[in-house]
C-alpha cells in the first residue's frame, strides 16, 4: 500500500521560511517522478513542483520558481520543498505525490496530475 506522509506545514509571516518534508512507502518501486501539489479553497490543484526519482530534471510552476526549492534524498525515501520568501497567495494545503511510470515530459506530469497523493499539509501565510 503506498503511503505519502507530509509534515511541515503551518502558520508563518509573508516573508517566512518553511520546509515541507514526505515520508514516502509501500511503492512496489522506485517512482519514476515526485512531486508537490497545492490546492486552495475554492481553487483547483496545481502543481507545484516535480523532481525525477533517479536522474536530473525539475520543474517548478512560474509563480514559485526562485522561491521554492524541491529536493530528495533517495537513501531515506524522503522528498523536501523548501519554501521562502511565502506569500499570502502561497496559502493552501500542500500534498505529496507520486507517479511510477513515464506519462510524458515532465512539466506535462507536474500539470496533468500523478497516481498517488498524501493527506496534505496545510500551509498558511499570514500578510
Known amino acids: 500500500q503506498v503511503q505519502l506522509v507530509e509534515s511541515g506545514g503551518g502558520l508563518v509571516q509573508a516573508g517566512g521560511s518553511l520546509r515541507l518534508s514526505c515520508t514516502i512507502s509501500g511503492l512496489s518501486h522506485d517512482a519514476y517522478l515526485m512531486g508537490w501539489f497545492r490546492q486552495a479553497p475554492g481553487k483547483e490543484r496545481e502543481g507545484v513542483a516535480c523532481?525525477?526519482?533517479?536522474?536530473?530534471?525539475?520543474y517548478y510552476e512560474d509563480s514559485v520558481e526562485g522561491r521554492f526549492t524541491i529536493s530528495r534524498d533517495n537513501a531515506k525515501k524522503m522528498l523536501y520543498l523548501q519554501m521562502t520568501g511565502l506569500k499570502p497567495e502561497d496559502s493552501a494545503t500542500y500534498y505529496c505525490a507520486a507517479d511510477l511510470e513515464a506519462r510524458g515530459t515532465l512539466p506535462n506530469m507536474c500539470i496533468g496530475g500523478m497516481d498517488y497523493y498524501g493527506k496534505g499539509t496545510l500551509v498558511t501565510i499570514s500578510s
Open positions: 523532481i525525477r526519482w533517479r536522474g536530473e530534471g525539475t
